[in-house]
């Protein structure tokens, strides 16, 4: 909704320019507020999903009309890189840290933390120039299937390596069906109660 009524108009321009930077200052600490500070226990979503939504609002609107404090310092190299591969860390970052959280436990340490960081970046980085930027220049129907799927056939590949008996897509239905009415989901709703598949999904879930 916010970033409708920013798309088509509702929103009147700043015309000033120490409103913008002001506006642009303003959006970008919120942003940082989310960040830095939510935590499990913060109720999400509702009434705090606004504080970032907000941000992001008004850090876009202060630099439709010209350059900010913010815009520049959103603008630098090393910050442009980092939203290049935004979409790899999306998608990486998530398998890593379910992997981990598996063999490891869910109390990770600092240095687990950075470590899984790090392998994220990597395989982002990989991800970005070997997949990504071929299929942008080649646009070529084979090479864009190969990079859709490489990604999850590599995680089912490594899941398979570490359960027990496969991880059966029903069970998924079943688990979410439970937690509708109230039911946690555990892994037996996998048909597996010790395999990797069944704690990681419904370790997820749990958030849920």
């Not at 002001?22 to 499990?40: D, E, P």
């Not at 992001?56 to 350059?67: E, F, K, N, R, Y």
């Not at 999306?90 to 990770?108: N, Q, V």
């Not at 008996?165 to 069906?177: D, E, H, M, V």
Request: overall charge positive; charged content about 15%.
């Amino acid at each position: 909704m916010i970033g409708m009524a920013l798309a088509i108009g509702l929103v009147p321009p700043l015309k000033s320019d120490n409103l913008r930077q002001l506006t642009g200052i303003v959006g970008l600490a919120m942003i940082c507020l989310g960040t830095l500070f939510y935590t499990a226990e913060t109720p999400f979503p509702g009434f705090a999903a606004l504080t970032p939504c907000l941000g992001a609002a008004l850090l876009i609107h202060s630099g439709c009309q010209g350059d900010t404090i913010s815009s520049k310092l959103l603008g630098a190299r090393p910050v442009v890189f980092i939203g290049k591969l935004s979409y790899a860390l999306y998608l990486w970052h998530w398998p890593l840290l379910a992997f981990a959280t598996y063999e490891l436990g869910e109390g990770l340490s600092f240095f687990q933390k950075v470590t899984l960081l790090i392998a994220a970046f990597v395989l982002s980085i990989l991800t970005y120039y070997f997949v990504e930027q071929p299929i942008r220049r080649k646009g070529n129907p084979y090479d864009t299937l190969f990079g859709l799927c490489s990604r999850n056939d590599i995680i089912l590949f490594l899941r398979n390596l570490r359960c027990d008996r496969p991880c059966y897509p029903w069970g998924a239905a079943k688990a979410i069906a439970g937690s509708k009415q109230g039911r946690p989901p555990s892994p037996g709703d996998f048909g597996q109660e010790h395999s990797m598949c069944g704690k990681i999904f419904a370790w997820r879930m749990s958030d849920w």
